[in-house]
Each structure stands twice: as structure tokens, then as C-alpha cells.
């Protein structure tokens, strides 16, 4: 699956004024940096490992690798 960039990475902003870019889907921590052109070049070359992609799947109960985000466990309200 392909995404587009700015659905595949999460950018955390932290205290020493750095912002790390994380993979989603081998949740991979791929640049630390102040420079978004910095961010912006290790995403682009940024090739998930598969592993690492099936451990996290495992863990999550989400073994056919699906990540589209369907929610099983919603909780429904009543009245
Ligand atoms: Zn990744």
C-alpha cells in the first residue's frame, strides 16, 4: 500500500525544538531534526522493513496486515 506522505509519517515535536518523523506502519522513528527538508528527504527513503511491519501487526491483532484502520472494537452507544 502506498500513502501519501503526510499519512504515512506522524511528526512529533520535541522539547529541544527537534521534531521526529515516525513511520505509522513500522512505527520507526526515520529522522530527528529541526529542518522539515530533512524530514521530508529520510520519509522519501524510507522502505518499511516487513519484519518489523508483521511484528507490530502481531501485536495488534491484526495479522492479515490490514491497515486501513477499520475499527472491530468501536463501543456502541445505547438510549
Ligand atoms: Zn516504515
Redesign the pocket.
Known sequence: MVLPRDQ?FVHRANRDGTTDSI??????T?CTSIWETDLARAERG????PD??AHWNKISGNEAGDTSGRRTHMPKRSG
Open positions: 504515512h513511520c505509522k506502519h513500522c512505527f520507526v526515520v524510507h522502505v518499511c522493513d518489523t511491519v
